[in-house]
């Protein structure tokens, strides 16, 4: 513990010193912005109990603290203004802890030593002709990224391999089509797509009598390695702030069809919320939510009714301990937020969970790893999760984050196992450039 407290405070307070003298709007841009060096380094210290097994009688190896760290160098090139190159390389580190080595194993993030993030060329910007292309190795991110997203908060975070065109219209009106395979890391080599996975993609999105934005999309997943194959229609709707006055809301509705584990797949998902900023300095602004992800009703009927989460950035949605995904699931969160001051932001979330279906499992954020075994027998309440969160942006290039979050667990747990609450802290900064 003295070792990772040393460590953090090692990397962090000199980034706070340097914060403090005034950095020109963009340093590392250089020819009159024809050449931008890149430069991003964000540290996480982690303090987690119970969060894994739910049991404050058993000493598990995730029941710990860890320092966790990732920097990035970027270099995007301008040549000419229809073309853009650009790279960027990740180092990630888990320092000082238990677990193994291995990225994903019993949660842990694990190493990949300094590696391609990203490769990419686009030709085009859409201002003198409405097409333009990207192609290599990039970030996909639609909507609330809730199917697709870069997964920013973990260490690795997420890229594709990919092709896109987009069409650019008038008025925020833009279409993507797109073919793409995820990139898998690779702690010991270089870290590559299989295309034997493939997620291919129309989405648009569409600006709508001028108070929200509409989104329609058609994902088309492709893995043969685990035999799915499935189709995913839907689409995502956004106030736009301030046209409501007071009030915002967003929604979400997808539905599947196809095959998944070689099981006919028939699935759907949803969320709608609404809420009310206050006049008041602090722009207090209190939110209700609902979300759901349809389960699955019987293991053995050669169908599957569990909503398929695709590639998704969860964390900021299903609680910030990541035991829930998009799938088997019903979740009511209240969330109120405030802005004390220009650079502090707050928030606290209280989140209610229950299983869609009791014949399914309950599946963490990755929306693969089971928590516990298939119950049928037991109560569909999971439990409960507050989720404190302070947030200090010290200048345009440093920002640091605490965050705490208590489980309170439910019936469900009792039914499956041990049943203890949990807790979550964490201290991080992000410096870029």
Known sequence: MKFIISSFLAITLPCLADAATPAAANPLSFANGKA????????????????????????HINDDAWLLNRFRLSLELHPAGWLTLYAQGQDSREIDSNRPNIPGQLGAEGDNPFDLRQLYVELGHGKDFPLSLKVGRQVLLYGDQRLIGPLEWTNFTRTFDAAKLRY?????????????????????????????????????????LGIQDTELYALYFDDSNRNDHFLTLGTHLKSIPGKLGPWDYKAEFAYQTGTAGGRELSAFAGFIEGGHTFAAAWKPRLGLEYSHGSGDGNAADGKQGAFQNLFPTNHPYYGYMDI????????????????????LTTSLDYHLFWLASTSDALRRANASTVVRPITPAADPFVGSELDLLIHYAHSAHLGITLGYSHFFSGPYLADTGASSDADFVYVMTNLKF
């Open 168 to 208: 650019h219209g008038q008025g925020g009106l833009w279409v993507d089509l797109f073919t793409s395979s995820v990139v898998t890391i690779d702690r010991s080599g270089f870290d590559q797509s299989d295309w034997d996975s493939s997620l291919t993609g129309l989405y648009a999105h569409i600006p709508t």
């Open 36 to 59: 931008i060096i890149g430069i991003e380094d964000q540290t996480r210290f982690e303090y987690r109990d119970d969060n894994f097994d739910f049991n404050s009688r058993l000493g």
């Open 324 to 343: 829930f995904s998009w799938s088997n699931l019903h979740n009511i969160a209240l969330r109120l937020s405030a802005k004390p001051t220009a650079k």
